[in-house]
């Protein structure tokens, strides 16, 4: 799988041709989506890491738990990806590429696990910055996720009650 995401970050850093018409080979590009959303769900989740502007050891450790969790990743696996998903976040410009892999590829229960996932890196510090909110509502509404959908991740993440 880390191959399949290594290749992507190889073709997409490459200088982009003038005149790049569709080929054989990109025909089978949308079944390589399968092998970017750990990639995609990675980045999101740095995303609301450095939100506040702080990338704590407990985000780090919480984020490295849930892909090791939900994509069945070793250690070594959860570091490169991470590696990778930090630089691709840096170079976006934006979070739309990301959120519209993972909208297009996961049913509402599959988002429902992300979001309480999200939710746990925001409160893995132990405090809601106001920017944090801000970003996971922008992430939630991109992944096309309704705000009560949101609330009941959020209560699911943090243990909280109706």
């Not at 990109?26 to 990338?55: N, V, W």
Request: hydrophobic share 40%; charged share 35%; aromatic share 8%.
């Amino acid at each position: 799988m880390l191959d399949g995401i290594r290749a992507f970050f190889e073709k997409r850093l490459d200088p982009p041709t003038t005149d790049h018409r569709p080929s054989d080979d990109d025909a089978g590009d949308d079944a390589g989506d399968d092998d970017r959303i750990p990639l995609a769900a990675c980045a999101l989740l740095l995303e609301l890491a450095h939100a506040d502007d702080e990338f704590t050891e407990d985000e780090r450790r919480h984020i490295e738990q849930a892909l090791t969790r939900h994509f069945a990743l070793g250690e070594d696996a959860v570091r490169e990806l991470i590696e990778l998903a930090e630089a691709e976040r840096a170079r976006s410009v934006d979070f739309y590429q990301f959120t519209k892999l993972i909208a297009d590829r996961y049913d509402l229960g599959q988002k429902m696990v992300l979001a309480e996932v999200m939710w746990g890196v925001v409160f893995a510090d132990g405090e809601l910055a106001k920017h944090e909110a801000y970003v996971m509502r922008k992430l939630t509404s991109l992944l096309g996720l309704k705000p009560g959908y949101l609330a009941e991740a959020r209560r699911k993440a943090t243990g909280e009650s109706e």
